[in-house]
């Protein structure tokens, strides 16, 4: 099926000269099949900096966590064996023999019928192994109390290496740091890892049109808005936007500045010059770029459908180059399902086997507000926002074309319309793909 998908690639041309398009998932998976990612660089960083980062070394643990065994409970410090059979009617009588500071250790242990006044956290004393709380005491007199409840062994206690054991693996290549795990590594002394670095995204804006965003445009411009807009997504995907400027449609110009961005950049987007109407120059200039060059050209998909895919060879492997339409929602659109995609296997993240098969997008049930329809053979991606009724959450289509980037500013997400249906009625249930 792959090999039959590649060879119309390359023999069929669409209607306006572009090559044959090619399904979400078919071009997904031509993509899959020639991209091999590359050694990813790491650097060493502090925990405090560790937040969303990828790890790209194991974590073991070099001490037992807690290291002393250590009260839950405000109360004393006991033998349990000393407690068994008290009651409210028939108390144990212990004698206390010391109070234990928090941040020390005691400086002696408990014999039988002896207690030490302990606080949360506090080590337990030798010979103690269980503490029972104030609430289950009465004070007799200052050095002896009764215990009206039993405990039993363990209870109220955390024991040496009860959170985490010396030797066992905390944490493994791939995982994305979590305010949780940053208090981890520091609860056992670890305050520097070895991450990898988070992935250069080169932005690379075309148009004859295109003007800076601090720039008063002429009559027939408009300012950059798609740069800013993958600024944000390439750093919510885990990336590092670098902006390599508005570069007219002038092949040389296109391909000297693509040539500077797959050096010193592992992804490349490149907005506008995906279809016809700029002679097709991104696809020549990637062509001409390096090997394999383009691998699909139109995706049906709406917005989207003039996509470009490819890779470029460079110093340090494979670049995956994305010729996205110049449409604010197509970017958009074509971020999320390809290019964001690339970037999270450029970060290092090892998937979760547990979720494997699972979308990726975060998802609301909602019913439509209004009738959604779709041309066959594309798969639809509709902008929503929501409104919550007293029976549910509803979800109404935000109409406009692609090139409105109000439409995308209003939506909350998008409900997909798959390429075998021809719409989506009223009422009926959907799946929202929140931004």
Known sequence: MLALCEAVIMTLKDMLGRSGVVSREDALRILDKHFVVPALPVEEISISSALGRVLASEIISPLDLPDFDRSTMDGYAVRSADTFGAAESRPALLAVVGDILMGTMPERGIGKGEAMKIATGGALPAGADAVVMFEQTQPVDATSIEVVKPVAPLENVIQRGDDIKKGVIILSPGHRIR?????????????????????????????????????????????????????????????????????????????????????????????????????????????????????????????????????????????????????PAAVNICFELFARPVILRMTGEAPIPALEGVSPFRIVKARLARSIASSPGREDHVRVMLEKKDDGLWARPVFGASGLISTLVKAVGTVVVPVGKIGVEVGEEVDVRLF
């Open 179 to 327: 305010p949780q795990d940053m208090a981890a590594l520091a609860g056992v002394g670890i305050t520097r890892i070895q991450v990898f670095e988070k992935p250069k995204v080169a932005i690379i804006s075309t148009g004859n049109e295109v003007v800076p965003a601090d720039t008063e445009p002429s009559p027939g411009q408009i300012r950059d808005t798609n740069s800013y807009n993958l600024e944000g997504l390439i750093a919510q995907a885990g990336g590092v936007a670098v902006k390599k400027g508005i570069i007219r449609d002038e092949y040389a110009d296109l391909k000297n500045t693509l040539g500077k961005a797959v050096y010193d950049c592992r992804v490349v987007l490149m907005t506008g010059g995906s279809s016809v109407g700029t002679a097709d120059l991104t696809a020549k200039v990637i062509n001409a770029s390096g090997q394999p060059g383009v691998l699909v050209h139109g995706v049906s998909i709406k917005p989207g459908k003039p996509l470009i895919v490819g890779l470029v060879d460079s110093p340090h492997g494979q670049v995956p180059v994305f010729g996205l339409p110049g449409h």
